[in-house]
């Protein structure tokens, strides 16, 4: 999977995981493993064990904790194309001014809120105990300054051509702009949506939960900031 033009992620499946290259970082940031382990230790949830044997290695581009400007590269033993888009992702917050936000909205057709997290936990439960799956939306915010029209395009390519469940992307306000005037419209916060259905391969109780972290990291958003016309 080869992605990008100025930041450049390109990956590739072998007989015991993935080798990734990632183009496009300057030099002399400062980057260690606790930054790639936060984001990766995030995959894991309730019932679900990550695979003990994985093992990452950094070829090329970062020594002594920091980039050197060339492509840097990993060999992930045991990884995935998910996992391995999630080390991109942590180069590009490097390179993203502000803060990063992400938020799953619902989770089996339950809301995310604080009163209905121990529904969630028992429909996942329930997922896996049935060997079955559903689905979810994840939202994130974009930067005011962003160019929706790149957005679309390069957004829309990478998570359809890569990621299965994905049923529906919303930029902005979706489908509800068709009910509001140009003044609305203008007023409303840049922001993407995506849908996602059950896994067919049954691999995860709850793709949502796995694919907002694939959001977050492989897209780099910001919240969200006002503008002045």
């Given amino acids: 999977m080869l992605f990008g033009e100025r930041f450049r992620i390109n990956i590739t499946e072998n007989f015991d995981g993935v080798d990734l290259v990632v183009s496009g970082v300057p030099g002399g940031i400062d980057i260690t493993a606790v930054d790639f382990g936060k984001d990766l230790a995030r995959r894991e949830m309730e019932g679900v064990t990550l695979d003990p044997e994985e093992e990452i290695d950094v ?126 419209a203008q007023s409303y916060p840049n922001r993407v949506q995506v849908t996602f259905s059950p896994n067919k391969e049954l691999k995860y109780p709850c793709i949502a939960a796995v694919m907002d972290v694939f959001i977050e990291a492989a897209s780099a958003i910001v919240i969200a900031e006002k503008s002045i016309n």
């Fill in 59 to 184: 070829v090329s581009g970062i020594i002594d904790e920091k980039t050197t400007g060339e492509d840097i590269k990993f060999e992930y033993k045991k990884g995935d194309i998910f996992s391995a888009v999630i080390l991109a992702g942590v180069l590009a917050k490097k390179l993203v001014k502000g803060s990063i936000e992400g938020k799953t909205i619902d989770i089996g057709g339950i809301s995310t809120n604080e009163k209905n997290s121990e529904y969630i936990k028992i429909g996942i439960q329930k997922m896996i105990m049935t060997k079955d799956s559903f689905g979810g939306t994840v939202e994130c915010s974009l930067p005011a300054e962003v160019d929706m029209n790149l957005i679309k395009a390069d957004l829309s390519k990478l998570l359809f051509s890569t990621v299965l469940e994905i049923e529906a992307i919303q930029f902005g306000m979706g489908i509800k702009s068709t009910k509001v005037t140009a003044l609305t």
